[in-house]
């Protein structure tokens, strides 16, 4: 069964406090790994996908990574609009169309 | 504007009463899906439809039924609700596959 495991399961960092997110992961075969962001009462937003090992993509102070186990999402000096919960979902190979989210990371940033 | 519209955004009703949640999406997606979101688990898929003819069932099916007659439109139908299926419920799109979905704004769900 396709598992994604996220930690810690809530952060609160200061403002321009770096820190990364963790994302682990169990699928058999991995087709794409995403991040998206959910603010309060709204609906996730995309932020990045991520398909092999060793790759890297970039969004303002957020940077996303990928090994062939997990996925980090680093945050570089946050600003308290940064807060929010972060998602991470996998699609394993196979056929399927189907996507596994993780339960979510919430992050809040103090000014 | 591009965007996934979803109604009602709240409903109250009553153990076994039909009802249908609308989705819509104004982007020419193939790809649409039904996800409940509930506290300590997550966003769970219900269902998901990769074209107009093929739809398939997520991690979380049961008690559930969508229908996919044109590629703008993929209502969630709960035939005979119950209280477990309380939960905040959102729609998403995507232009194909589940990458780079739009998710609409949620529907809140009470069942008595």
């Known amino acids: 069964e396709d598992q994604v495991t996220q930690s810690p399961e809530a952060l609160r960092l200061q403002e321009g406090e770096s820190s990364s997110l963790n994302c682990s992961y169990t699928?058999?075969?991995?087709?794409?790994l995403f991040w998206y962001r959910q603010d309060p009462g709204k609906g996730p937003e995309f932020l990045f996908t991520l398909y092999s090992a060793g790759e890297e993509k970039e969004k303002e102070r957020l940077k996303a990574t990928l090994t062939k186990k997990e996925s980090f999402l680093h945050i570089t000096a946050p600003k308290p609009e940064d807060s929010a919960t972060y998602l991470c979902?996998?699609?394993?190979?196979?056929?399927?169309?189907?996507?596994?989210f993780g339960k979510g990371m919430k992050l809040t940033v103090n000014p | 504007e591009a965007q996934v519209t979803q109604n009602p955004r709240y409903l109250i009703t009553v153990t076994g009463k039909k009802l249908t949640v609308t989705c819509s999406q104004n982007?020419?997606?193939?790809?649409m899906s039904w996800y409940r979101q509930d506290p300590g688990l997550g966003l769970r898929q219900i269902y998901y439809s990769m074209n107009v003819e093929v739809t398939d069932k997520g991690d979380v099916p049961e008690g559930y039924k969508v229908s996919r007659k044109e590629k703008r439109n993929f209502p969630l139908i709960l035939e005979s609700p119950s209280p477990n299926q309380t939960s905040l419920y959102f729609c998403a799109s995507s232009k194909q596959g589940p990458y780079e979905q739009y998710f609409g704004p949620g529907t809140r769900l009470t069942v008595t």
């Open positions: 982007m020419n997606h193939e790809y």
């Open positions: 979902a996998v699609q394993a190979q196979g056929g399927s169309e189907k996507l596994v």
């Open positions: 699928v058999s075969g991995l087709r794409g």
